[in-house]
């Protein structure tokens, strides 16, 4: 069956442009989460989508970050006016059990 | 505050060898504990979990072994393969108490197999 998808795969950027990276879940997983990996570090928590609960969005590093989710679909990330810092790979992963399925991500640099 | 810890960030094993990679966690209130492992470009892929109601768990050449009163664990690969080679991330999460299971990583150890 299909895995989590992610797309681009790639996107270069100019400082303070806005961007958008979307996510495909499994189908059939209520549960999705964002993450980021910068360079060097582990997979750092952004935010999670469960049904039609509220999100949980503790892990969002500032306001210029959002997401939304349409139903138990797709999930879109948005980083306004973007900072080199927030060059990073993000990605994004879907539950069903207990297990999180990860899509290969999205490689963001920011100029 | 790190939580998750991989304290080293590289091991080399010749092939058919065991691998052991360790990992530490300093939140008691974890209780699920997974590794992925990670080829460049691609997403983790999901490896091996324990609950911490468990101290082993088996899947072929995979072991995950749990020691709770020390906060850490260890995954044993035996016996070692050069397609083994990759970054493996240990993760955890308190998911008692109605939690959204998010994950914390550790650095991760990236892992070369030699033939």
């Known amino acids: 069956g299909a895995g989590v998808s992610q797309s681009p795969s790639n996107k270069v950027t100019e400082k303070g442009k806005d961007v958008e990276l979307r996510c495909d879940p499994i189908s059939g997983h209520t549960a999705l989460y964002w993450y980021r990996q910068r360079l060097g570090q582990g997979l750092e928590f952004l935010i999670y989508f469960q049904g039609n609960s509220a999100p949980d969005k503790s892990g969002l590093p500032s306001d210029r970050f959002s997401a939304e989710r349409t139903g138990e679909s797709v999930s879109t990330l948005t980083i306004q006016r973007t900072q080199q810092e927030d060059s990073a790979v993000y990605l994004c992963?879907?539950?069903?059990?207990?297990?999180?399925?990860f899509g290969p991500g999205t490689r963001l640099t920011v100029t | 505050d790190q939580q998750v810890k991989q304290n080293s960030p590289s091991l080399s094993v010749q092939e058919g060898r065991i691998s052991i990679l360790n990992c530490d966690y300093t939140?008691?209130?974890?209780?699920?504990f997974l590794w992925y492992k990670k080829y460049p470009a691609e997403g983790p892929t999901f490896l091996i979990s324990?609950?911490?109601?468990?101290d082993k768990n088996e899947d072929g050449r995979f072991t995950v072994f749990l020691n709770k009163s020390a906060k850490h664990l260890s995954l044993h690969i035996v016996p070692s393969q050069p397609g083994d080679s990759a970054v493996y991330f240990c993760a955890a999460s308190a998911n008692s108490g109605g939690s959204n299971y998010k994950l914390t990583f550790g650095k991760g150890t990236l892992l070369t197999v030699n033939p």
């Open positions: 939140n008691s209130m974890f209780d699920y």
């Open positions: 324990i609950s911490s109601i468990k």
């Open positions: 992963a879907s539950r069903g059990a207990l297990e999180q399925y």
